[in-house]
């Protein structure tokens, strides 16, 4: 089943709202939940659901199409892109721990050889 968001969108909540397109500017698209995203994935995966079919009814729908299809495809990404950063974090700091060490052991050794001399 599809939800059928349009007479909700009508009124005054979404299209009537002022603020509108400030809200989609800075909508928290890092802390989306998986249940917007599944809510919203039927209509993404919905072939009348592309801005050019949807520009023939409305400019400005097209542009909240985009948004949403937009917001879909960076759900994904962060979510394929997430546990990659996390790992690269994590060899960054090993990696900076083991030229941290490898320094203090250069330190070390260059007193050694300076007690030899």
Same mark, same amino acid.
């Not at 199409?65 to 790992?87: H, L, N, Q, T």
């Not at 941290?100 to 030899?116: C, G, H, M, P, Y």
């Given at each position: 089943?599809?939800?059928?968001?349009?007479?909700?969108?009508?009124? /005054?909540?979404?299209?009537?709202?002022?603020?509108?397109?400030?809200?989609?500017?800075?909508?928290? /698209?890092?802390?989306? %939940?998986?249940?917007?995203?599944?809510?919203?994935?039927?209509?993404?995966?919905?072939?009348?659901?592309?801005?050019?079919?949807?520009?023939?009814?409305?400019?400005?729908?097209?542009?909240?199409?985009?948004?949403?299809?937009?917001?879909?495809?960076?759900?994904?990404?962060? /979510?394929?892109?997430?546990?990659?950063?996390?790992?690269?974090?994590?060899?960054?700091?090993?990696? %900076?721990?083991?030229?941290?060490?490898?320094?203090?052991?250069?330190?070390?050794?260059?007193?050694?050889?300076?007690?030899?001399?």
């Amino acid at each position: 089943k599809v939800d059928d968001f349009w007479e909700p969108a009508k009124g /005054k909540d979404i299209l009537g709202d002022p603020r509108l397109l400030e809200r989609l500017i800075h909508y928290d /698209k890092d802390n989306m %939940s998986d249940a917007v995203v599944s809510k919203v994935t039927p209509m993404y995966d919905d072939p009348n659901f592309e801005p050019d079919a949807i520009k023939k009814a409305s400019i400005a729908a097209m542009g909240i199409c985009k948004w949403v299809r937009a917001m879909v495809v960076y759900d994904r990404v962060a /979510k394929e892109v997430g546990p990659k950063k996390a790992k690269l974090a994590a060899a960054t700091k090993e990696k %900076s721990d083991a030229e941290e060490l490898l320094e203090s052991k250069k330190a070390e050794l260059a007193e050694v050889i300076a007690l030899v001399d």
